[in-house]
């Protein structure tokens, strides 16, 4: 699935979810360095895990950040 994030500065997310484990991530845009170390740090977790873990992180003065918006794709992911 390839997630549109809403108010961060990464312009697309691209998450693989196969029976409630994260299996890929990867992000278009944002801080290379940190989008890199979340996406690898999720792989070969359970999505439940990951969405407990990074919603509700705040980017600086942001409502939002990159990690709570992968958190919101797999929401929609485990969703659907």
Known sequence: MI???KGVCSKAIDV?????IIKSVQFTG?????????S???VG????EAISRLRGI?????NT???DQLACALQE????
Request: proline share 6%; net charge negative.
């Open 65 to 67: 950040s990159c990690p």
């Open 16 to 20: 693989e979810v196969e029976e409630g």
């Open 40 to 42: 690898k740090l999720v």
């Open 3 to 5: 997630y549109q994030p």
């Open 58 to 62: 705040k980017c600086g003065f942001k």
């Open 77 to 80: 992911i485990l969703d659907h």
């Open 30 to 38: 944002g801080c290379n360095g940190n989008t890199q170390g979340i």
């Open 45 to 48: 977790m359970k999505a439940e």
